[in-house]
Structure formats: structure tokens, C-alpha cells
């Protein structure tokens, strides 16, 4: 079930309290972020796998806006640091656990939270409602990603930024431009179906 198929009956609902469904909304765009980590791609030379997460995080973030976003990645990270297997498969096959939450990929779980805030916070201000616009905002909550996943692997790889590129950015950038392409034109649908947000 999509997260805007499951909206729509949360909204259908008359009786459920807004509150109620802003929590459902949180856990919902948490649980589909775990459902893309199981889209991934382990590559030979990085601790970074490619993945179906950063998709998750642009659309979550761009649909529920800036503080349902933002505390749904919260929750996603939270949920894999205790134990879940909600990450993408680390290269010991481990999906979950505080070794793996603060282990070379952890900056990037970090900028899925500042990334879903970003893109919601944009698009609580319009960007969320036209093709062009919601590029930008996935393009702007894409480089948040990156930044903080690069500079961290950087610090826990102990390798120079040229190097951590090397092993997070560069083997991303066209995959990762085909996802926010893809969120950005999916935006303007949820954006009619939570235009209360």
C-alpha cells in the first residue's frame, strides 16, 4: 500500500482525531523508508549501498512537511538504532542496530532528517505544487543528504573529501538524479491529496 493510497483512507476517516493521523502519517512514512532500504545494491568498494531510501525520504518529506517529515526520519533512525531491521543491508548483512546507526552510513541517516525537514519546510511554502519547483526542493534535500553522509563517512573512513566523494557522491549522482526527478513529479499529486497539511 502507497503512503498516499494509505493517507487517503486516513483522511476518509471522519472520526479519527488529527492527532491520530499525524501519527499514523509519522510511523507510515517511516515504515515505507524501511520498505526502500530493501531496494539496495551493495557495491565492492564502498560501505555506501545504493538504495531506495533517499527516494522515501524526498517524497515523506515533501508530503507530510516540515515536522511530520522531519520526526518520521527521526523515527525511521531511532527504530533501526534500537534493532530493526529497517536500514539497507551493511556489508556484515546487518539491517538494524546502534553499530550500524552510527557506523559509516550514519551521516547519511542523519541528513535523512534534516533532508525530509528541508524539502517539507519548502514545500509548505509552494515548492511542493509544480513540476520545476519540486525538483528544486528534492535537489535542495538531495544535497543535504549528501553533505552530511560525505562529511561523515569522511571523518570515519579517515580519508581526505576528495576520497569520500569518491566512495559516497560520485557513484550515486545519476541514480539519486533519476529518484528526485521521480519525487518531484510524484509532489504535485500528493500535494492535491494533503493540501491541508
Known amino acids: 500500500m502507497t503512503a498516499v493510497v494509505l493517507t487517503d483512507r486516513l483522511v476518509a476517516l ?5 492527532r491520530t493521523r ?5 510511523v507510515g512514512g517511516a515504515l515505507l523508508t524501511a520498505l526502500a532500504a530493501r531496494l539496495a545494491i551493495n557495491l565492492p ?19 507530510l512537511g516540515w515536522k511530520r517529515g522531519a520526526a518520521s526520519m527521526a523515527l525511521y533512525v531511532a527504530l533501526g538504532a534500537v534493532g530493526l531491521p529497517f536500514y539497507a543491508e551493511a556489508a556484515d548483512g546487518s539491517r538494524g ?8 552510513t550514519a551521516g ?3 541528513g535523512f532528517v534534516f533532508s525530509a525537514a528541508l524539502v517539507g519546510w519548502l514545500a509548505e511554502r ?3 505544487r509544480r513540476f520545476d519547483t519540486s525538483v528544486t526542493a528534492m535537489l535542495a534535500g538531495t544535497a543535504v543528504t549528501y553533505l552530511c553522509g560525505v562529511t561523515w563517512l569522511a571523518h570515519n573512513l579517515g580519508v581526505d573529501s576528495t576520497t569520500a566523494m569518491e566512495y559516497g557522491l560520485t557513484p550515486f549522482v545519476i541514480g539519486d538524479a533519476l529518484k528526485l526527478l521521480l519525487a518531484g513529479a510524484l509532489m504535485p499529486i500528493a500535494w492535491n ?5
Open 45 to 63: 568498494w564502498t560501505p555506501v549501498p545504493i538504495t531506495g531510501q533517499t527516494f522515501a525520504v524526498l517524497l515523506v518529506g515533501g508530503a
Open 14 to 18: 471522519p472520526s479519527v482525531s488529527s
Open 97 to 104: 542496530g546502534w553499530e550500524v546507526a552510527t557506523g559509516s
Open 193 to 197: 491529496r494533503l493540501g491541508d497539511r
Open 22 to 26: 499525524n501519527v499514523a502519517l509519522v
Open 108 to 110: 547519511y541517516l542523519v
Open 126 to 128: 509552494g515548492q511542493d
